[in-house]
């Protein structure tokens, strides 16, 4: 009962705050999506200093006062991108939109890749506006159906979902992934998926990212080797006029066999994220606990307790 309070509490939450920035001009809603996730980085301060934690240890020569200035602006960046989710079903489609508000770059990758006639995995991550596949991808003709984690609160997951959705995306629920993305390759749909949080095996290897250890699925890697789909690299930054660049690259083939090829091609997808990441710094997910490879069976167990308590 406690939780369905909460729940709800927080459904009403967003669903008010919603109501508000969309009533609200573009600019002045991200704007304020931006102060907002300022306001979160003192609200909740062990997310910010593990924001700070992480960043430090991607770029240990950085200074402590720069560490904390990336953090603050990555708040105001996460707070921007949350206001852009919540209005995302206000972009109009046919309309000058698209070009209004997107620059694209690369997309005959993605074309180059659907032409093989095997299916196309889009490999992205949680940089810049990650949601790009709602409104831009789908103007562009293209069918993407994002990967996505159930979230805790259900109410808000479907409201969340609803807006995915909007024109025409299908979520697909990580947790029974392998079958439903097989689905929507049938279908000629182009699963997307993020490759660069935190997931605990099995189903998972340690990579590097930023040169740190952490746990990364391999679902994408073992789906494109055992079936040979292409794999395109998306990403999209947001500029500093509060336009977006989206750019696709060259389609991967993963070649191999065994687990060697697996690890080592799972490293490959994960060193392509992290070149997209270092174009902007502020614009990744540094308040995630990314790097959660134990050393030793007391770090394992505290591991599997932070994992139930999240």
Same mark, same amino acid.
């Given at each position: ?17 919603? %109501? ?44 402590? /006062? ?52 095997? %299916? ?7 940089? %810049? ?67 660069? /949080?935190?997931?605990?095996?099995? %189903? ?62 799972? /490293? ?6 992290? /070149? ?35």
């Amino acid at each position: 009962m406690t939780h369905s309070i909460k729940f709800f509490f927080e459904y009403l939450v967003i669903r008010s705050l919603a %109501g508000l920035l969309r009533r609200l001009s573009r600019p002045t809603a991200l704007r304020v999506g931006g102060h907002l996730g300022l306001l979160a980085a003192w609200l909740l301060p062990k997310r910010r200093r593990l924001a700070e934690e992480n960043l430090r240890r991607a770029f240990p020569e950085l200074s402590d /006062q720069r560490i904390a200035w990336l953090a603050l602006r990555n708040f105001w960046h996460v707070g921007v991108s949350g206001a852009e989710i919540l209005r995302i079903d206000m972009f109009r489609p046919g309309s000058d939109d698209l070009q209004r508000y997107f620059e694209v770059a690369g997309i005959e990758h993605l074309q180059q890749a659907q032409d093989l006639g095997r %299916g196309v995995i889009m490999l992205s991550g949680h940089f %810049g506006f990650w949601e790009m596949g709602s409104f831009p991808l789908h103007e562009l003709g293209f069918q993407v159906d994002p990967v996505a984690k159930p979230m805790k609160n259900p109410l808000v997951g479907r409201y969340i979902k609803q807006l995915r959705e909007t024109y025409g995306a299908i979520e697909i629920d990580s947790r029974k992934g392998a079958r439903r993305v097989l689905n929507a390759l049938r279908q000629g749909r182009i699963p997307a998926i993020l490759l660069d /949080q935190h997931i605990s095996p099995p %189903g998972s290897i340690p990579t590097r990212f930023f040169g740190q250890p952490g746990y990364t699925t391999t679902a994408i890697t073992n789906l494109a080797m055992k079936y040979r789909i292409p794999v395109v690299p998306v990403f999209c930054q947001r500029l500093p006029d509060e336009r977006y660049k989206i750019w696709a690259e060259p389609m991967l083939l993963l070649e191999g066999e065994g687990e060697q090829a697996v690890n080592e091609n799972t /490293q490959r997808l994960t060193e392509i994220i992290e /070149q997209a990441v270092r174009r902007d710094i502020t614009q990744w997910f540094w308040m995630h606990k990314r790097w959660r490879v134990p050393e030793n069976q007391a770090e394992k167990n505290q591991l599997k307790k932070d994992e139930t308590s999240e």
